[in-house]
């Protein structure tokens, strides 16, 4: 028999090996992970049993009355294990509305996670939406380069790969957040946006994720000319942040740093994820953008959002 019932702080152990044998969960979604924002959220989270056994996990927030998967992660969703079936998920979904509605909710924003960052096949969440009446109410378009298939750069971009290489440019794995943070901050204030950590949430995340939050560098002489910061889920890689200062984009350290990271570093996994190109809630596409990532052979995958009305 399927129930779910409150997340608690003392659920946080077993939280995580959830996650950890899951089919669509990483480790955006381990507790270590999710509450480094608490005090900016109020968890509303939910764990699913069957008998004695947790088969699945909601992470979620709540704010006037609305509860998202979560407020404060790109995309969660239903985190179901090997154990959740198809049916299993449906009556999930009847006994998640019925404890929402019972608490006062009028609705909920759902944010399953997108199909490449998936261990094994995880979607009857989407089909259980259907169920429930819920709408598609946003779709953000994210680039992916399919790594086990022949990646083809644009002519420019292997140009731009050259000439960053014959001007000396050197990738290294980096260890000076602050640096690199400072770079990033410098970077987006160019466009009156800010990063969305601060560096020292960077900092507190890579010391709990050491081994999955990478900082990647394009130094000449020892100057700091680009960074990626690469979130690493196993088969499927992200870049959370991309920066290069004006003398790395005047020399395309930025092509010879991603250029090696998709067809070396990171060239045995599946996915290489270049995040969203997408502004104004999905409905506004920044052409330049997208075409950057695809002249790296990325392509399209999207990020949708759903309404559940309860």
Excluded: C
């Excluded at 699913?48 to 992660?73: K, Q, W």
């Excluded at 009556?91 to 261990?119: N, T």
């Excluded at 020399?251 to 090696?260: V, Y």
């Excluded at 599946?270 to 997208?290: A, C, D, K, M």
């Amino acid at each position: 028999m399927i129930k779910l019932r409150p997340y608690h702080a003392s659920d946080a152990a077993a939280w995580d090996a959830v996650v950890g044998r899951s089919r669509n969960g990483n480790f955006l979604h381990r507790r270590g992970y999710m509450d480094y924002h608490a005090d900016r959220f109020t968890d509303r989270s939910l764990i699913v049993e069957r008998g004695s056994e947790i088969v699945a996990v909601f992470p979620a927030s709540v704010r006037d009355a609305v509860v998202t998967s979560h407020g404060g992660l790109t995309y969660a969703g239903l985190i179901a294990t090997h154990d959740l079936r198809a049916d299993n998920t449906l009556a999930v979904f009847e006994l998640m509305g019925e404890h929402y509605r019972q608490a006062g909710i009028s609705q909920v924003i759902y944010k399953p996670v997108p199909h490449v960052f998936h261990a094994y096949p995880a979607e009857e969440d989407l089909y259980a939406l259907q169920r429930v009446g819920a709408r598609l109410l946003r779709r953000d378009i994210s680039s992916v380069v399919p790594l086990r298939e022949r990646v083809s750069f644009s002519d420019a971009r292997r140009r731009a790969v050259r000439r960053a290489a014959a001007a000396g440019v050197q990738v290294r794995r980096g260890h000076d957040l602050a640096d690199y943070h400072a770079l990033l901050g410098e970077v987006l204030r160019r466009h009156e946006a800010v990063p969305t950590h601060s560096l020292a949430e960077l900092q507190l995340l890579q010391s709990r994720f050491p081994g999955q939050i990478i900082l990647h560098e394009a130094r000449q002489g020892g100057t700091l000319l680009a960074g990626v910061l690469v979130y690493d889920f196993g088969r499927t890689v992200h870049s959370q942040y991309i920066a290069a200062s004006e003398e790395g984009r005047r020399i395309d350290a930025l092509s010879l740093l991603l250029g090696e990271l998709v067809s070396e570093t990171y060239a045995d996994r599946t996915y290489f994820s270049f995040g969203i190109s997408t502004e104004q809630q999905g409905s506004v596409l920044n052409s330049g953008l997208i075409a950057q990532k695809e002249s790296f052979g990325a392509r399209a995958v999207v990020h949708d959002f759903y309404e559940w009305v309860l």
